[in-house]
């Protein structure tokens, strides 16, 4: 096993195409408050290789990703790449041929005004002949499925939309080295699953090798090598089947494992022989079918579960029959949505999902006026929002929007007065201003004292996030409404921000989420929509919509990996037909009966 151990470190070194040595970074280093991201990191990666990069919101993930490519330098110690030293500006452009890089925030790297010349911009740099040029940027929209959107302007794509055509630019480079730096984050479940296939593909069948940052454990997955940073540093490295059986020292990191390893540590401590080690929906399946005995009983036992009612309260936001254009009136207009239908009751919690691009961002924006309706009505708080006299502020006040993007929320220089603006607005006193703020702050999980006086643009995307929705609080809405709220938070970050989001809901406030996460929701929604192609198809509770899960991956879009594992089961007949699983811990109950 050492001699084995020692052959696989010493052929990463003789074949590496990254070597990261006494890697330190360290911010701002001339002011008076210098923040140290990276601190003596060492990290060989081979060529070829599939490396996944886990930790905490603040670690330094994307901070280590920007030297692969010379985005930043070291404050000390090297970057190689191949033979190039990232400290040499002439070797720079060698560098960035060599290394493609997805970032987190697709804004940050698109820069042309139709799609199909945003993908050709980097090989086109290159010099690329035109005929190779085409046919790369053909073959790089195919492959994050966004070929019929070829001419359309990128700002008027969704997020989503957004992100797989800055993967698509990057592919079409062709580069040696993919680094994803959370590109997945904002992709509805199919999305991300092509986009990995994807990576998985050019790493197998190219030799491509592959740098994903990622917070959803079941992406690392699939990864040769699991590296794990905390506070700069790297704490922990093993092959993912390996890593994910220490999940005392991954929650003390912040961090999780994969819902289906979840599933297989609960059924191991009752059943001493159910392996623990598992990772996937196929081989929980497997195991289950292996080593439990079949319990033919449980559909006398279990009953579908009921339907559940709205309240009889006043709904406190209707919709009907929206429709709304974007560049209405030009030869570019384009029909964002049609025909969206929902109720949202006042103190519900009430979940949204829809594949990419399929008007989410768009409905949820009419919520507060943000966008009036082109066809249709929306009634928030008893107000007409097609009223040409309304009282907009008033609206914007009670119905708090957190945008899926939160730098497109912040412009204050420092966090502390970020969070103030909406008070201050207000024209609240003082005290008062920094009460709501030191409250909000802390909702989310941000200390006042450590977080007031840092620079906005500095944070980690997740702590922007953070803050933008803090500055939300602060106002004190009636109804809150949140844009993919977790995206780009580690696993404990979303833990923390679910847990404020369910303490406000506790207080009287109204959730209107959309996310892409299904076991989120499936744990904290009272009702869920779904929008396809700009219109509502479908509505009910977690049971009732994730009890489809065929119509669900037809729509674009996944069930918890728990309901996978049971209607997998029950297709397979070894599992009698029961009430719809969408938690873990209706999946441990479900099984452990048998």
Known sequence: MIKATLYYKLRLVLEAIIRIEHLHHTYQPESSQPVQALRDVNLTIGKGEYIAILGHNGSGKSTLARHLNGLLLPTQGDVWIKTWNTKVRAQMRDIRATVGMVFQVPDNQLVATIVEEDVAFGPENFGVPHAELVRRVDWALEQVNMLPFRHRAPHLLSGGQKQRICIAGVLAMQPAVLVLDEATAMLDPLGRQEVLQTAKRLNQEQGVTVVAITHFMHEAIQADRIVVMAEGQVVLENTPRALFQQVDKLRALHLDVPQVTELALALQQQFPDFPSDLLSVEEM????????????????????????????????????????????????????????????????????IGHTGSGKSTVVQHFNALMRAHEGSVIVLGENLGNPKLDVQTIRRRVGLVFQMPEAQLFEQY?????????????????????????????????????????????????????????????????????????????????QLLDHILALHQQGVTLVIISHNMAELATVCDRLYVIADGQTVMAGTPGEIFGQPDKLHTLGLGVPDVTAVIDALVKAEWLAPGATVYTLEQAIARLSAC
């Open 285 to 352: 399946v497997a195991a289950v079918q292996q080593n439990l005995a079949r319990n033919s009983r449980l559909s006398s036992t279990i009953v579908q579960e009921p339907a559940q009612q709205p309240p009889s309260a006043q709904a406190v936001i209707t919709v009907r029959n929206l429709g709304h254009d974007y560049m209405r009136g030009t030869p570019l207009a384009v029909k964002a949505i049609h025909d969206v239908n929902l109720d949202i009751y006042k103190n519900e919690i009430v979940g949204i």
């Open 415 to 495: 966090v502390g007065d970020d969070v103030a603006y909406g008070p201050r607005n207000l024209k609240l006193s003082r005290e008062e201003v920094r009460a709501r703020v030191r409250k909000a702050m802390e909702a989310v999980g941000l200390g006042f004292e450590a977080f007031k006086d840092r620079l906005t643009f500095s944070l980690s995307g997740g702590q922007m996030r953070r803050v933008a929705l803090a500055g939300v609080l602060a106002l004190e809405p009636e109804i809150l409404v949140l844009d993919e709220p977790t995206a780009g938070l580690d696993p404990e970050g979303r833990r």
